[in-house]
């Protein structure tokens, strides 16, 4: 089994569920940022300890971060050393393609399995020095998804 990097949580309030999870388990912070992807603006933060890092996201309605219906737990996320085979043999083992930020720029997948509810994401490789820089800055690189056999 590979090492998964992050597990994500989708939020109404960004503040207010970060300022739980302190409270509750410890967490620590790094500083929350804002991004946009396409027509989305979103708020995006990750803890400053990991792996495994906790995400936090709140979303505009209808992106892929909506919590309109509410806070949720939403994805494990891993490295991939090729996403675009990765996100297929992902499809075709039943773990359907429900968003592609390739179009926008960007390649991270999310990946719906529905007996548990809850999706992964796969995230190109090549933003993990990126992603070391500005989020966990000093920390040793992470190892990507073990290859998937056809």
Not at 49 to 69: K, L, R, Y
Not at 75 to 99: C, M, T
């Amino acid at each position: 089994m590979s090492d998964f990097y992050h597990l994500c949580f989708v939020v109404q309030d960004i503040e207010r569920a970060t300022a739980d999870l302190t409270r509750a388990v410890g967490v620590r912070w790094s500083p929350i940022r804002d991004g946009k992807l396409g027509d989305w603006d979103y708020r995006i933060v990750f803890s400053v300890e990991g792996p495994p890092f906790f995400e936090v996201i709140q979303g505009d309605p209808g992106s892929p971060w909506d919590a309109t219906a509410g806070s949720r737990f939403d994805h494990i996320g891993y490295w991939s050393e090729d996403v675009n085979a990765d996100k297929h043999r992902l499809s075709e083992r039943g773990a359907r393609l429900e968003f592609d930020s390739c179009p926008y720029g960007r390649s991270f997948t999310y990946h719906r399995i529905d007996s548990i509810g809850a999706r992964v994401e796969l995230v190109d490789i090549a933003a993990q020095e990126g992603f070391l820089r500005t989020w966990s800055p000093g920390g040793a690189p992470m190892p990507p998804l073990e290859p998937l056999e056809p």
